[in-house]
């Protein structure tokens, strides 16, 4: 593991990152999702690839990367593109799962790989709606303790910046930017997500013009399992 420092709009960030396969010409990049960090991808990827050179990151406020700042995705892909550069790395791949979906399409790769990628505004149950009208309420009243209580236990665990980074990111609509990218793009799925759902996967499909793809039968982290058949299609898939 090593870390980077990062300058971006007079803000340092500490980047913490792995390098797979050093020696390698070609590079592909995994970002990983909300909450999660470079572990999770190196989980399901580390020991794929064999000819690839592997960069694992965890973005700034995830795993051992710092953030002190509000930030929301396009500010994200700013830090990811900066940090990138500073390595002299041109990605031939760059995979994003979910949230890192959404990074990784920003930085405008070649070769685009999506695992059940954010983006697609999803509709939200009642009670997520009810419990978003209470805490405009409560906020409105200067009530913010009382909000803190409403917030699931992983959202509640979270510092006010990434909360606030959170509440930023969360109902991006995302189909203009997967619209523009003009790559190549595969995408892969898990049929049972709930999170990013199958729906939203084969929309982004659709507003891909050069894209292909693949679904599972599993849920939001199908890549742990079907890692095998995802890099036969993806080394079969890329330009």
């Given at each position: 593991m090593a870390v980077k420092q990062i300058l971006f709009e007079n803000n340092t960030f500490d980047i913490s990152y792995?390098?797979?396969?050093p020696s390698k010409k070609n590079t592909i990049v995994f970002l990983h999702g909300w909450g999660s960090n470079k572990e999770i991808m190196k989980q399901g990827f580390v020991d794929k690839f064999k000819y690839f050179k592997h960069i694992y990151i965890d973005?700034?406020?995830f795993g051992k990367s710092s953030c002190d700042v509000v930030l929301n995705t396009k500010k994200y892909a700013s830090i990811m593109k900066i940090f990138l550069d500073t390595l002299n790395i041109k990605p031939t791949i760059i995979a994003g799962h979910s949230f890192g979906g959404k990074v990784s399409t920003l930085l405008n790769p070649k070769n685009l790989v999506l695992l059940s990628s954010a983006g697609i505004v999803e509709e939200k149950n009642a009670k997520t709606l009810l419990t978003i009208k209470m805490a405009k309420v409560?906020?409105?009243?200067?009530l913010g303790k009382v909000t803190k209580l409403l917030r699931s236990g992983d959202v509640n665990m979270m510092d006010e910046n990434?909360?606030?980074?959170?509440k930023n990111v969360v109902d991006e609509e995302f189909n203009k930017e997967f619209k523009k990218y003009k790559g190549n793009a595969l995408l892969f799925w898990g049929d049972t997500d709930t999170?990013?759902?199958?729906?939203?996967?084969?929309?982004?499909?659709?507003?891909i013009e050069n894209s292909k793809f693949k679904s599972y039968d599993d849920d939001h982290y199908f890549f742990l399992r079907n890692a095998d058949d995802i890099e036969k299609e993806i080394l079969n898939g890329i330009h």
């Amino acid at each position: 593991m090593a870390v980077k420092q990062i300058l971006f709009e007079n803000n340092t960030f500490d980047i913490s990152y792995e390098i797979i396969n050093p020696s390698k010409k070609n590079t592909i990049v995994f970002l990983h999702g909300w909450g999660s960090n470079k572990e999770i991808m190196k989980q399901g990827f580390v020991d794929k690839f064999k000819y690839f050179k592997h960069i694992y990151i965890d973005m700034p406020g995830f795993g051992k990367s710092s953030c002190d700042v509000v930030l929301n995705t396009k500010k994200y892909a700013s830090i990811m593109k900066i940090f990138l550069d500073t390595l002299n790395i041109k990605p031939t791949i760059i995979a994003g799962h979910s949230f890192g979906g959404k990074v990784s399409t920003l930085l405008n790769p070649k070769n685009l790989v999506l695992l059940s990628s954010a983006g697609i505004v999803e509709e939200k149950n009642a009670k997520t709606l009810l419990t978003i009208k209470m805490a405009k309420v409560f906020n409105k009243f200067g009530l913010g303790k009382v909000t803190k209580l409403l917030r699931s236990g992983d959202v509640n665990m979270m510092d006010e910046n990434m909360y606030e980074t959170f509440k930023n990111v969360v109902d991006e609509e995302f189909n203009k930017e997967f619209k523009k990218y003009k790559g190549n793009a595969l995408l892969f799925w898990g049929d049972t997500d709930t999170a990013t759902t199958l729906s939203s996967g084969k929309l982004i499909h659709s507003l891909i013009e050069n894209s292909k793809f693949k679904s599972y039968d599993d849920d939001h982290y199908f890549f742990l399992r079907n890692a095998d058949d995802i890099e036969k299609e993806i080394l079969n898939g890329i330009h």
